[in-house]
């Protein structure tokens, strides 16, 4: 396409791109700019590159080619020239302005010509910036892949003499790299094949053929004296304008790989049995089930019998001291051999090791260690005439002993055992049964570390939770607190019962979204921070929870749930707000029960913690005696059925009796989560509100 100047001449590019040139892979927009920073030539460029056609930019400023300068400072056009007639050549980078109204980085050259008749013009070179930056990031790539590539890459040419090559290959030939420039590729690959090396590749570079992964034997000067085997892989250069023609190639040496794929073959069945033992120990927290999970992984593809035992420390501080006897406690075991190999591995619950035994010595290198059963093996390690009659009698003939090792702590051992039918352990089963009691320990420790924590959240969940709420003179309660089962861990389920002034109650339950410390710290922090506020700010529950909100973000708690009721026995009225809790139930004395706020039209508000919301309270008449219900989801929500029939469940248990709110609590509980017992941490508050007694001589109200 022929460029356009001022005039409305045509005629060819000055800058034309040859194939194969970098200026093939960047688009170059070629313009000019005259004395009155004009724009007087425009190639097609850069109508590509800036959108504007010949005719709508020809004659026109220069200036339009750029986004508005801040004021005081000089156009992006004024700045090209001045810096291009100053320096006589200045590249930079400059934001451009396309005609579609969008601002791109671009890249500038710019230098000074001598015109027609001596007019003198800056001719401008521009290039959009990614493009730039896309083309230095390929050759930074490719520098730095001649230099650290660890796989041999060579460049021929079309006589098949090396060109290029990187360091990885002159260290595999033996011969340092300059010495390879200029020397065909048979002088230095020296291969015993008839030729079919350089037949193959004469191929590639005369037919274009690819070669991958092909296996070539050879030597070469620089090591004589060893035989190779190389992994080769071959393709065409594209010989694009000036580039060379040729042949690329990555080479791999893998001489060694016959005797990897021999012992990965010996390997295969223990590979597989790690396999096997890694999908199958560690699939509960439970330490018996975990140790039994590495028994049964073990038996009988690795050997006829195995036992676990953990260490009885004194103190979990304790170094393991191979001068005091070893005290051990058998968690699982299992064997296919007929007794008395039963007898023997399932007899023993406590196990002493005496100093100098075996597993003193296993102990102190950290290694699995095997042992024959012989008369040697039963004086270090068997303290008992009758066990080491049992040992003698199992029909075990080897025994390998292995340390239940993690994060630093021993845990315990594991010893497996063979009888005569089968190989004596040899040095790979050795590692094979240190890996696989590295793998049980981790997720015995895990086990153990998972039982610690959960008594510490339940721990430090329990000391957070009122003993006794405060009722105050009008207000009986009865509470209960359910934490769940052990398949999940501590929730952030937490309550409370507020006295405030004037004889009125607070009652809030809430749930912290997630489970453990964390949940339960959270559960603290809220619940202290709400009966402050309760105590100390106005009797608006909205406003209550929006401080609470607040609270809830600086703590970084992202989702909780709240209910605040405050009851005044002196009107009879408690004032209800709800951060997306279930709403209470309320059941007058005549055993009707119904949901606060159900008819009132109010949603259950937003958790705290959400932000940018106004919570709202309302208002509702509580008659005299009438019971109260705060709960949270683990007492409606179970598997099977939603929330919603949960809470019919429970409206239907409150219109019972509750003559003893104490009984009351008790039966709701045992009924609703008699099926499976609680999944979810469970609270349940049952409250019976009175009125004063008018004062003496008033009329009764």
Known sequence: MPAARLGGEQEPSPLRSEPGALLEDVAVAVFGIDAQERVCYWGPGAQSLFGHPPEAVLGRPAADLFPPPDPGEPGGAARLVERARTLGY???????????????????????????????VVLALAARGDELNRVKGNLVFLDALFKTCPIGLVMLDEELRYVHLNQALADMDGIPLADHLGRPVGDIMITSDGGEFQRMLQTVARDGRTVVGALVGLRTPGRPDRDQVRSVSFFPLSGAGDTRRGVGGL?????DRERAILEASAARQRLALLDRAAARIGTTLDLDVTADELVRAAVPDFADGCVVELVEWMDETEDFDPQLP?????????????APAGELVRGAERVVYPPGSHIHEMLSTGRPLSFPVDAEFLARNVTHAQR???????????????????????QGITMFGRSARRPAFAPEDLSLAGELASRAALCLDNARLYGRIQDIALTLQRALLPSAPDAGPYVDIAHRYLPGSRVTEVGG?????????GGRVALVVGDVMGHGVLAAASMGRLRITAKTLARHTSDDPA??????????????IEWATCLFLDYDPNTGSARIANAGHPPPLLRTPDGTVRTLGEN??????VPLGVGGVEYRAITVDVPEGAV??????????????????????????????VDSLEEAADRILAELLSDAGATDDTVLILARVRRPPPPTGAAPR
């Open 90 to 120: 200045w590249r930079g980078r400059m934001p451009a302005l396309n005609r579609d109204g969008t601002v791109f980085d671009c890249g500038f050259r710019g230098f000074p010509l001598d015109g027609p008749a001596g007019a003198s």
């Open 543 to 556: 406003a209550l929870l929006a401080e609470l909100d607040e609270c809830a973000q600086e703590a970084g």
């Open 628 to 657: 109260l219900a705060l709960y949270t989801d683990g007492l409606v929500e179970a598997r099977g059925h939603d929330i919603d029939t949960g809470v019919d469940a429970l409206r239907s248990r409150l219109a019972g009796p």
């Open 493 to 501: 389920d937490w309550y409370d019962s507020i006295a405030l002034p």
């Open 388 to 410: 080491a009659r049992l040992l003698l009698e199992s029909g075990f003939a080897d025994i390998l002993i292995a340390p239940l090792i993690a994060r630093g702590t021993v």
């Open 600 to 605: 009132l039209g109010e949603s259950l508000g």
């Open 251 to 255: 080479i791999v040496d893998v001489t």
């Open 326 to 338: 070893l005290l051990t406690r058998r968690i699982a075991w299992g064997t296919v051999l007929d």
